[in-house]
């Protein structure tokens, strides 16, 4: 399909009236930085994580994989685009580096920490200034990195392309619960259970950062949030009587902080088997949108929430992975006529976060089955 073509798609979802279902593909650099077809440079996340130099190439390589490779099955754009527009990622170790977690650089792997709150140190973690974020790493490293960025950019092309800098304004949380659980590990299970005063003093400071994380970036750049994001992926280990009563109210608190008019744009992403948590959610929450990971039950959600309620998901990274095209067009294929395309309210995606080196054929087979299967009756 042309980009014009691919945009129409876009266009007539966010209007209400699609024609069909639009594909996306969520990547990030991984895809160059874990690919030696494409990361010929042997470029390493401890370098981007060190050097703005780095970062920028990092950022600059993985947008033009993506369009030249990933975006041909699906309705992002390829090619070349006017202006390479990047900004400084830090992978999801963002919140529990800044609490203190060192972040871990394994050969072949994304960054990742390690929880260091034992039950003998486990109050130290209060001792952290949350109310100037910017002041810590990696919040004061993001900023000084997009500024140098930014002046690197002014002097450079980029495949015949101009280079423009987005500000650092992380707005995004991967959630109170997975915050805490990356900080205590499963002891905060125990937590929960054991000693709730802890717990609930935990996730209250967590979400206490998060939020003045958000709204020190805006203040520093100058903006006003347009939409409030958030994750919490380690729900799916609680019933959804106890995620409500230890886990909801510092939801809640983020999204009512953040928006307290309610009129910004809201998503949540939740991956695991967390179907059973949903309707709850969306209705103590206000949300309209859910990024689902896997295992999800496609039939059980859109029959739970109902036709206006935005769902994102597809076929598990596993199947696109290590499947045969057949299996994957059939597997969308049960997803498409699950159900969840009542309300034409569904965006299909791989199920979640696209991996390095996934096989062209398998995406090219789900795409095809969503312009065979996922065209709306006129």
């Given amino acids: 399909m042309t980009n014009d073509e691919k945009r129409r798609v876009w266009d007539a979802y966010y209007a209400g009236s699609p024609e069909r279902v639009p594909v996306t593909l969520a990547t990030n650099n991984r895809v160059y930085m874990l690919d030696e077809r494409f990361n010929t440079e042997g470029l390493t996340y401890e370098e981007t994580f060190t050097d703005p130099e780095k970062m920028l190439l990092a950022q600059l390589h993985w947008q033009d994989v993506a369009r030249s490779h990933y975006h041909?099955?699906?309705?992002?754009?390829?090619?070349?685009?006017?202006?390479?527009?990047?900004?400084?990622?830090?992978?999801?170790?963002?919140?529990?580096?800044?609490?203190?977690?060192?972040?871990?650089?394994?050969?072949?792997?994304?960054?990742?920490?390690?929880?260091?709150?034992?039950?003998?140190?486990r109050e130290s973690v209060f001792d952290v200034d949350i109310e100037r974020p910017l002041e810590r790493d990696p919040y004061r490293r993001g900023i000084e990195f997009c500024e140098r960025m930014t002046e690197l950019a002014k002097h450079m092309d980029f495949r015949g392309r101009p280079v423009a800098v987005i500000p650092y304004v992380p707005q995004f949380s991967d959630g109170p619960m997975t915050c805490a659980m990356s900080l205590r590990g499963g002891d905060f299970l125990l937590d929960l259970v054991a000693d709730d005063d802890y717990a609930q003093k935990l996730l209250a400071f967590v979400t206490r950062a998060a939020i003045n994380r958000s709204r020190a970036a805006l203040h520093h750049w100058g903006k006003k949030a347009e939409e409030v994001g958030l994750a919490d992926d380690s729900i799916e280990l609680l019933s959804t009587?106890?995620?409500?009563?230890?886990?909801?109210?510092?939801?809640?608190?983020?999204?009512?902080?953040?928006?307290?008019d309610r009129t910004l744009r809201k998503g949540m992403h939740l991956c695991g088997d967390v179907a059973r948590h949903l309707p709850v959610i969306a209705e103590a929450l206000g949300l309209k949108s859910f990024d689902t990971g896997f295992p999800i039950d496609f039939a059980r959600v859109r029959k739970d929430l109902g036709p206006d309620v935005e769902i994102l998901g597809g076929v598990e990274v596993g199947l696109l992975m290590a499947g045969t095209p057949e299996g994957v067009y059939e597997r969308t294929r049960e997803i498409l006529t699950s159900g969840?395309?009542?309300?034409?309210?569904?965006?299909?995606?791989?199920?979640?976060?696209?991996?390095?080196?996934?096989?062209?054929?398998?995406?090219?087979?789900?795409?095809?089955?969503?312009?065979?299967?996922?065209t709306y009756e006129k």
């Fill in 72 to 121: 041909r099955f699906c309705d992002q754009p390829t090619g070349l685009p006017q202006r390479w527009e990047v900004g400084v990622q830090f992978q999801n170790v963002y919140e529990q580096w800044f609490f203190g977690c060192p972040v871990q650089f394994r050969e072949g792997q994304v960054p990742d920490t390690l929880p260091i709150l034992n039950d003998d140190n």
């Fill in 241 to 260: 009587e106890m995620y409500v009563e230890k886990v909801l109210p510092h939801h809640r608190r983020f999204f009512d902080t953040l928006d307290p």
């Fill in 340 to 374: 969840i395309l009542d309300g034409k309210k569904f965006i299909l995606r791989e199920a979640n976060n696209l991996p390095p080196k996934t096989p062209e054929d398998n995406l090219a087979a789900m795409y095809r089955a969503a312009l065979d299967l996922g």
